[in-house]
């Protein structure tokens, strides 16, 4: 059964940018697409943008646009996430989970499905 | 503001059922069967219990179920249990602007009487 095993909480100052990394255990991610979701103290779930590794294809929701990188090492099972330009509302938990897909027989479009195994979630906290 | 929309609370008493709505748009919940919902309890991270509307995990108690009608999403939880009472998120694949997304609605906190 695969588990999906982030690094450690952060502590960043305003400014700067933060790397989470989340690293596929007893199993691999390759098949599926790794997903990064944020919930701040006291709200919801934010999806941030997905991967899909083995076609090294971004999804970015729009409110991080251009402050968001997602990549994926394919060797190591291995997906991170980079947030740039840290602001105090960037404070939050952030997970990474993973994604079945499928994509369209017509055009180049892809489907997600569901976050279906989910990591234990690292907490970056953004104080000056 | 989230883009799916879900009432902030629901309440049931223990044994009784409470149905948990969730609204978009035909761009997401209306327009693909890719609705799922997801249970947290505090200090916890989230947990799937339906996805592709009506199925269930491995694991996930039979007294959930999920349906969908039109532009809502709808999450049943039968015979109300203790341990059930927590937020519950529900999530949708989404098309806008012909990009592929995924979206979230802002939780509902169920209280178990």
């Known amino acids: 059964q695969v588990q999906l095993v982030q690094s450690g909480a952060e502590v960043k100052k305003p400014g700067s940018s933060v790397r989470v990394s989340c690293k596929a255990s007893?199993?691999?991610?390759?098949?599926?697409?790794i997903s990064w979701v944020r919930q701040a103290p006291g709200q919801g779930l934010e999806w941030m943008g997905g991967i899909i590794p083995i076609f090294e294809k971004t999804h970015y929701a729009q409110k991080f646009q251009g402050r968001v990188t997602i990549t994926a090492d394919k060797s190591t099972g291995t997906g991170y996430l980079e947030l740039s330009s840290l602001r105090s509302e960037d404070t939050a938990i952030y997970y990474c989970a993973r994604m079945p897909w499928s994509s369209s027989p017509v055009v180049p479009y892809y489907y997600y499905h569901t976050l279906d195994v989910w990591g234990q979630g690292t907490t970056v906290t953004v104080s000056s | 503001q989230s883009a799916l929309t879900q009432p902030p609370s629901a309440s049931g008493s223990l044994g009784q059922s409470v149905t948990i709505s969730c609204t978009g748009t035909s761009s997401d919940v209306g327009g693909y069967n890719y609705v799922s919902w997801y249970q947290q309890h505090p200090g916890k991270g989230p947990k799937l219990i339906i996805y592709e509307v009506t199925k269930r995990p491995s694991g996930v108690p039979d007294r959930f179920s999920g349906s969908k009608s039109g532009y809502t999403a709808s999450l049943t939880v039968s015979g109300l249990q203790a341990e059930d009472e927590g937020d519950y998120y529900c999530s949708s694949f989404g098309g806008s602007n012909n990009l592929p997304s995924w979206m979230f609605g802002g939780g509902t906190k169920l209280t178990v009487l």
């Open positions: 007893g199993g691999t991610f390759n098949n599926y697409a």
